[in-house]
């Protein structure tokens, strides 16, 4: 079962889809430590399903959403009003007024604005 490609795009690739990742590639967190800290804390649905693992890997056609209980707290009526200023990469989807957000492929090394070279990384592990 091993992935086909370069090893370092691939590694690049499946820290992108992670929960919460996804969260703050959405928008619906400040940075990755808070969402992180928000995917703990529960108030997220993956696919309609209670969610709380942020390092859960996505798929393509998984729907995150903010859980009902959750989404008319200050936090993220703030969260709602500085994510209508900000841009998914192409690869997700979202619906600011609902708070929901949707995978619409798995993400490509060039859609992955992290600057660094992977290389080095594989290269240091792989010793």
Do not use: C
Not at 57 to 77: P, Y
Request: hydrophobic fraction near 40%; charge should be positive.
């Amino acid at each position: 079962d091993r992935q086909q490609g370069i090893t370092g795009a691939n590694l690049l690739i499946l820290l992108e889809r992670r929960f919460d990742n996804v969260v703050y590639r959405l928008g619906f967190a400040a940075s990755r430590k808070e969402a992180r800290q928000l995917v703990n804390h529960g108030h997220f649905t993956i696919n309609g399903k209670r969610a709380d693992i942020p390092s859960m890997l996505l798929r393509e056609g998984d729907v995150v959403q903010v859980k009902e209980g959750s989404r008319n707290s200050a936090k993220f009526q703030e969260i709602k009003e500085q994510a209508a200023y900000k841009t998914p990469p192409e690869w997700l989807s979202v619906d600011v007024d609902n708070l929901i957000g949707k995978v619409l492929a798995k993400p490509t090394r060039e859609q992955i604005d992290t600057a660094v070279n992977e290389q080095l990384i594989v290269e240091l592990y792989s010793r």
